[in-house]
């Protein structure tokens, strides 16, 4: 079993949906990262969090430490919200990412 | 600020060759972190560097090593490169707290290096 699990791992919707993405880990963490990359391989970091929940825009990040859970949410969906979506757990000393949720947003 | 910047963007290498990878950070920002990713594998985690001190590392072998300099500049070297080392390389950067374990903050990441390896 992965460290890191990301659900689902392929997400179509249509735009203004709202939008889930799952992140379960298994291990202790200091701190959970939410990543976007798009086609061209550019990497942005979106959340960094420890605890409770963070908001930027139409997105919404999650941590439950008890349950170690995390969501990411996007409200109002777009097409251009299309990208893969990854998870990354600091633990001892490393990051650990997920595979990766694949978000295709339609017109 | 000028972003993360890495170079070169492109490389092709033969089996048994060596190779060494460049990452400038954000202007102020004195953690630099490396990644591989692969279509197998996705983003593994190589190491991270911290005023010229490796802080933490990744799962790799020892033929991946990394160094950073006095200015927060980093390279990545890896050595007798085999054809699974073909990855897209990332390194990332963030402002470095010395009190920390480190990437606890958000990492600003530079367009990459693709590796070839024939």
């Known amino acids: 079993k992965n460290e890191v699990e990301q659900s689902p791992q392929n997400l179509t919707a249509q735009e203004g949906e709202f939008i889930t993405i799952n992140c379960s880990y298994s291990v202790g963490i200091s701190a959970l990262h939410w990543l976007q990359q798009h086609p061209g391989g550019g990497i942005v970091s979106l959340f960094m969090l420890s605890s409770g929940k963070k908001k930027h825009g139409r997105l919404i990040a999650t941590i439950n430490i008890q349950e170690k859970h995390s969501s990411l949410h996007i409200t109002a969906s777009h097409p251009r919200d299309s990208a893969v979506y990854i998870c990354a757990v600091k633990g001892a000393q490393k990051l650990v990412f997920g595979q990766g949720t694949r978000l295709t947003i339609n017109p | 600020k000028a972003g993360v910047t890495q170079t070169p963007r492109y490389l092709i290498k033969t089996r048994g060759q060596q190779v060494t990878l460049s990452c400038s950070p954000i202007?102020?920002?004195?953690?630099v972190s490396w990644y591989q990713q692969t279509p197998g594998q996705g983003l593994q985690f190589l190491f991270e560097y911290f005023s010229e001190t490796q802080r933490n590392k990744g799962n790799f072998p020892g033929r991946f090593s990394g160094r950073q300099f006095s200015n927060s500049r980093s390279e990545m070297n890896v050595s007798t490169l085999e054809l699974g080392d073909s990855a897209l390389y990332l390194c990332?950067?963030?402002?470095?707290?010395?009190?920390?374990?480190?990437?606890?903050?958000?990492?600003?990441f530079g367009p990459g290096t693709r590796l070839l390896v024939l």
């Open positions: 202007s102020g920002h004195r953690s």
């Open positions: 990332a950067s963030s402002p470095g707290t010395s009190g920390s374990q480190g990437l606890q903050e958000t990492q600003y």
